[in-house]
Every structure is written in structure tokens, then in C-alpha cells.
């Protein structure tokens, strides 16, 4: 009779990983490879030619230099050019409704998938320079202050020392200085901000950036988490942050509250596919539904070979930079939609409406703010037209009909589905979602066997902590054909166990 050591030589190939049998192809089933899109449906792809021809020949250039999706240049170009043009150009729809430009764009995708590359023209070489220009005289303006400032300090000591002396004389104190002298510093111009602390951002767009700000956030789940860390109202205070309504903020340290005349900003940031449940866990206040989401698939990395016209965005840029508040800087110029946009609005809000009532949920609450979202798109993209025209035109003062149509495409056609997919993800079950990252690993990993002890200690997959997780998953793989059960006598200690991987799977993704 053959020894225990004998028959395991047997069923093991000679040249196969340990515990890995010799297999009969033939008698394998096919694995279900839907278990990598669980609850996610695929990505539509991007417009681009809502863009314009010009923006969307630098889109792709952008993206062919990064080896990124362009879903990941375009979702930044959007939040910079609405802050770009801020508070000095308002989208109107009726004398009633009026919207502020700002857009808050939210990229997911897992690491390495480029979504920090894809936008690394326009944050490292475009705005730097535009931010430089903004600059504008206030060396000389803060000069001044200084010299004001010694003034002041020079007066105040004068007074103090006349009150003294009056004291000492018995006569009456002088009358202290006027409080309009007191000179406030000049703060230096903004347009991005990481630091999202409540004060600092009402005080920066009271005082140094009345257009607006872009908030740039490269893990947008650590912020959103933290939104109420130092502030109990800080949720509330960024989901104010989207209407451009006016704003108090009251301090502890000072008498005088921090006004704001219209409150709000630009948002563009990046996320991981596996935050997304964390930061949806919370009942839906109106925030998470306010970001325009983009999650395209990865390309196969590759060497970029073209060169993005980082200078010719500059100069596009730029124009909107310029662009002014109206009359006096107080108020925006507001932008109306023309006629034949008004009823294509009228039509698109009805069509949002009868989806909304179809679903529930963060989707539900998206669809609702999806006209006030391409009312929005609207003036971005007839502005980004204009300003990347090398023409002399002046500024649109409509909204036209083909610059509505692309909004309405935009938002439609792909940031709804975006969402979807997104919101899907989120949506997974934690059973569900520790079975298909460990099938993501899989095959991201071209693994050809699931050992328990090795994740455990060495891969430590997200959700995947414990060996009774991990064997729950393997089991749900074994069943949908993607894994073979563990040989018991191979391996004594149930923590040792190795699933073989279906090389089907393998040939499926390869």
C-alpha cells in the first residue's frame, strides 16, 4: 500500500506551487467574472467634444503625457475653471434662479490608476503660474501696509502717552483714535487652498479671494470624514459652501464676526474605490450628492511620449482670471440662458424629475441637483470655449442654446452614470465587498493560489483581516468556479489552507 507522502506525490504536479494538484482543465467550470463588478456598472466613456475642439485636443494630450484616462484631466480642468471665473459670472436660468459657477468634482479610482498624474499639468504647471499673475501689486499694497501700520503703532503710543499725562495732570483723557484708522493687512491673492479649516476659508474669501477658492484635496475621504473634527458645524458649513449665499462666521477670539457676501467654492479631489462606504455610511445631508464623480477603468501603463501646451492653458486660463465682478466688484454679472436654452431646461428638469422618483438613495438626492448642475456645466463650458478662442471676442453675455446641449449631454450621459457606478460600489455589502477584493487581487496579482496565512500577514487586503473572512470569501469563489477547495491533507492547520485559483480566470482577464 502506497504511503501517505506517495499519494501526495501523485496528485501534485512536480512543477506546481506547494499544494497547488495537477489539474484537469477540461473538468473546470467557468469562473463568473462578474464577481469583479459587483453592484458596479461599467464607466461611460467622456464627451469630449463638449469641450471644444481646442480643450479637448489639450485634454488628450494632457492624458497621453500622464498615461491617464482623460476623465482625470477634464474633472480638475472643470473645478479650476469654475473657480476661475467665481463670482464674476453667475448662471441664470429665470429672474428667480441664479447659480453660482463652482463645481465640486470627486475622482475615484484605485492606487496607481493615475488620477494624481492625470491632473498634474494643470496643478503643477498652469494655475502655480496663474496664481503668480494674480499677484498683481501686492508687494507694493503690503509695503504700504507696513508703512501705515508703523503709523498707526507710532499714534497709538502717542495717545497712550497724552492719556497718561492728562491723568497725571488731571485733565481729561483725549479721545481714543478713530477705529477707521486702525489699517487691516493686506492678504495675498488665492485661488488654491488645501488648509479647509472654517475660519481660514471664510476669512480667505472675505479678504483675499472674493471670486471663490478651488479646494484641492488629494484623499477626499479623510476630509469628508473629518468635516465636524474642529468645527461642530463644519458639514454644515461646506454644504453651504455650494450656494453662494451670504455667510457669518462667529469667533471665539473676536468680537467681530467673519462675513462672507457669497459663500462659495470649488472642490476637486481624489479618492480609493474602498473608502467610498466609509464616506457614504452617514444619512444624506445634500453633500456627497453635490460632486460630479469620475471613476474610469485604468489603462495599461505605458510610457507618455507627448508634451501637454501647458503655456497655451495658461494663456486660456488667464482670460478668466480677468474676468471682473460688475459694476463696483460688488455684485456678479449674471449670464441668462437664451430662449431656446430656457425651454431645453424646462424639458431636461422635467426628464431629471421622472428619474428621480424611480430610485432612492444618494442617487435619488443627485438627480434632484442635476439642472442646477448643468445650469451650472453650461457657463463653464460656454466660458472655457471662449477663453480657449484665440480670438478678441468679449465675454459671452448668453448662454446659448449649443452650450446648454453640451451640458445637458455631460450631465446625462455621464455624470448620472457616473454616479450610478459609484454609488453601486458604495452600496456593497461587507460580505460582497470582501469577496471581490479578494478576486481583484486575484487577478491583479495573477495570483495562482489563495493562501490564508500569506494575506494575513503580508498582502493585508482591506476588509480582509481575519482568517475567518478570508475563508468566507474563498468559499463564495469557490462556489462562483473561481477557486478550488483547499486539500485537506496537504495542510494540517486550517490557517495554512491554499485555495487553488481556476487558471480561467487568469486566461479570462489576461
Known sequence: ????????????????????????????????????CHSRRP??????????AAW??????????????????????????????????????????????????????????????????????VLPEIETRMLGDFPDRLRDWK???????????????????????????????????????PQAPRLRQNDVTVEKVASLLATAAPKGLLIVRDELAGWILGLNNYHAAGRAFWIEAYGGRPFRVERQT???PIVVPRLAVSVSGTTQPDKLA????????????????????????????????????????????????????????????????VRMMETFGQDMQRRQFEVDGLLRSSLGKARGLALRLSLVLEMLWWCGDDGMAPPP???????????????????????????????????????????????KSRASEVHVRHLLREVRLPGLNTAEVIHAAAK???????????????FQARARAAYTVNPRVLEARA
Open 278 to 341: 466609509a464616506m457614504f455610511k452617514d444619512a444624506d445631508d445634500g453633500l456627497l450628492s453635490r460632486f460630479l464623480w469620475t471613476w474610469p477603468e485604468p489603462l495599461p501603463f505605458r510610457l507618455g511620449k507627448t508634451i501637454p501646451a501647458a503655456a497655451w492653458a495658461i494663456e486660456a486660463l488667464d482670460r478668466l482670471r480677468l474676468l471682473d465682478l460688475g459694476p463696483g466688484g460688488e455684485k456678479p454679472v449674471l449670464i441668462p440662458l437664451g430662449t431656446a436654452a
Open 476 to 490: 463564495t469563489l469557490v462556489g462562483e468556479g473561481w477557486l478550488l477547495p483547499p486539500n485537506q491533507g496537504a
Open 43 to 52: 464607466p461611460p466613456p467622456l464627451p469630449l467634444a463638449v469641450f471644444g
Open 1 to 36: 500500500m502506497p504511503s501517505d507522502k506517495a499519494l501526495q506525490k501523485e496528485r501534485y504536479s512536480p512543477g506546481a506551487p506547494r499544494g497547488q494538484a495537477q489539474l484537469d482543465l477540461d473538468s473546470l467550470a467557468d469562473p463568473d467574472m462578474t464577481i469583479l
Open 397 to 443: 453675455a448668453v448662454i446659448g442654446e449649443k452650450a446648454f446641449a453640451a451640458a445637458c449631454t455631460l450631465v446625462g450621459d455621464y455624470c448620472v452614470p457616473m454616479a450610478e457606478r459609484v454609488y453601486g460600489d458604495a452600496a456593497m455589502t461587507p460580505a460582497q465587498r470582501s469577496v471581490t477584493t479578494l478576486a481583484r487581487w486575484i487577478v
Open 147 to 185: 508703512a501705515a501700520a508703523e503709523a498707526h503703532k507710532a499714534a497709538q503710543q502717542h495717545w497712550k502717552h497724552a492719556v497718561r499725562k492728562a491723568l497725571k495732570q488731571g485733565y481729561p483723557p483725549p479721545a481714543p483714535l478713530p477705529a477707521e484708522t486702525t489699517p487691516h493687512e
Open 254 to 256: 473676536s468680537p467681530y
Open 56 to 125: 479637448a485636443d489639450w485634454i488628450k494630450s494632457a492624458a497621453d503625457a500622464a498615461a491617464a484616462p482623460p476623465d482625470y484631466v477634464a474633472a480638475p480642468l472643470l473645478a479650476a475653471a469654475s473657480a476661475l471665473i467665481g463670482h464674476a459670472r453667475w448662471a441664470q436660468a429665470t429672474p428667480g434662479w441664479v447659480e453660482p459657477p463652482h463645481l465640486w468634482v470627486g475622482a475615484v479610482g484605485d492606487s496607481g490608476s493615475s488620477k494624481s498624474p492625470g491632473a498634474d499639468c494643470l496643478l503643477r504647471d
